[in-house]
């Protein structure tokens, strides 16, 4: 079995993502209601619980139908992905504003909620992640690559495979490939905020539902970039600079039109 082995800088690394991973969301979404004194902590968990059904339970359900269908081409993989993305999440906020929040609407709570749906995508993906990694490579450092792979596995060549790449891949981590990591989840919770706003103004303002819809497509085409990254189509320095300029343009009409739903 190839030994693994998880170096000083790997483990860091991991920390470095687990903390920030975690810490962002967090501090993000109490500054704001509580430093701040904007939104509501319900909108918050809101935001949270829906990202969850939407996107971790019922979109991930979907992809265990369509992907093995669309895998085979690269044009249909990308597409699939960057549009089931945007109509789960963007649907999820259109409910949560229509239903869930009819008495709270506001452009102080679409933050709240976009800090809670984007928060706890980054705290999942992020820190999550990195926190169990870091418990497998204390396991691995400890008990050895070999019988914490048997121990782990349960006998099961598939699993034993799985575990072995996850645990390559995470021996791996880097400070640059942290810092990459950080950044990513950072634009990605702002343009949750920034959808967020627009989401809201499509349920608040007479004759704006069309934003629900261009929300939608907006998502899609944030996510293009990292499905791309993913098919090997273009490398990960490329993936986040499309996704830096495409956050800030974003944010700035968000801004704009938080500035103006303040006025409903």
């Known amino acids: 079995m190839t030994d693994i082995v998880f170096s000083a800088e790997s483990i860091a690394s991991l920390v470095i993502m687990a903390a920030l991973g975690i810490g962002i969301p967090v501090a993000a979404a109490l500054v704001w209601r509580f430093a701040l004194h904007k939104g509501t902590m319900k909108a918050t968990f809101i935001g949270a619980g829906m990202f969850f059904l939407f996107a ?11 992907v093995p269908v669309v895998s085979g081409n690269v044009v249909l993989y990308v597409v699939y992905g960057a549009v089931a993305a945007g109509v789960f999440e ?25 800090l809670g749906h984007g928060g706890f995508e980054a705290l999942y993906l992020l820190g999550l992640t990195a926190l169990s990694a870091l418990m497998m490579a ?21 699993v034993a495979q799985q575990l072995m790449a996850q645990l390559a891949g995470f021996a791996q981590s880097s400070y640059s490939g942290a810092a990459l990591a950080v950044f990513e989840r950072i634009a990605a919770m702002t343009l949750h905020v920034s959808l967020s706003v627009l989401v809201m103004e499509a349920v608040m303002v007479k004759g704006r539902m069309w934003l629900y819809p261009a929300a939608i497509v907006i998502h899609a085409l944030m996510d293009v970039p990292a499905v791309l990254y993913q098919c090997g189509a273009i ?3 490329v993936c986040e600079v499309i996704m830096a300029v495409f956050t800030a343009v974003w944010a700035v009409v968000a801004v704009k039109r938080y500035k103006y739903l303040r006025t409903k």
Not at 56 to 66: D, N, T
Not at 92 to 114: D, H, I, P, T
């Open 235 to 237: 490398n990960i320095v």
């Open 56 to 66: 971790i339970i019922l979109e991930r359900l979907l992809h265990m139908v369509m």
């Open 90 to 114: 963007e649907t999820a906020r259109f409910l949560s504003f229509r239903f869930l929040m009819k008495n709270s609407r506001s452009a102080e709570n679409a933050v709240s909620y976009g």
């Open 138 to 158: 204390a396991s691995v450092n400890s008990m050895g690559v070999s019988e914490f792979i048997n121990s782990a596995s349960g006998g099961s060549d598939a």
